[in-house]
């Protein structure tokens, strides 16, 4: 599985974004799919995640950000809304895959820079 992730930039606060990450190769094996990002000098944190129809979200973009699938385009995005600049970050997208061997692997994507300005 090959994970692409496009849409990230720099925005105003207040502003919005969304993210599109596109998953090729063995598409059927994914469980999962999720955006997690990572801060400069903070670890890498779960910002939504979706299987089988649900969605999560971490409660700092609850109300804010929304997870979305097109299955058609095996595409999955992050629609961000009123931005702060806590939100500045590299997001990336994640995909739980169960493989032919039936281990679970996590697929990353290069990551997008999301920097949003006061």
């Known amino acids: 599985v090959q994970l692409v992730e496009s849409g990230g930039g720099l925005v105003q606060a207040g502003g919005s974004l969304r993210l599109s990450c596109a998953a090729s190769?063995?598409?059927?094996?994914?469980?999962?799919m999720g955006w997690y990002r990572q801060a400069p000098g903070k670890q890498r944190e779960l910002v939504a995640a979706?299987?089988?129809?649900?969605?999560n979200y971490a409660n700092s973009v609850k109300g804010r950000f929304t997870i979305s699938m097109d299955t058609a385009k095996n595409t999955m995005y992050l629609h961000m809304h009123s931005l702060k600049p806590e939100d500045t970050a590299v997001y990336y997208c994640?995909?739980?895959?169960?493989?032919?061997?039936?281990?679970?692997?996590?697929?990353w994507g290069q990551g997008t820079q999301v920097t949003v300005s006061s």
């Open positions: 190769g063995s598409t059927f094996e994914i469980n999962t």
């Open positions: 994640s995909a739980g895959a169960t493989i032919s061997t039936g281990e679970i692997v996590t697929y």
């Open positions: 979706t299987a089988s129809g649900a969605s």
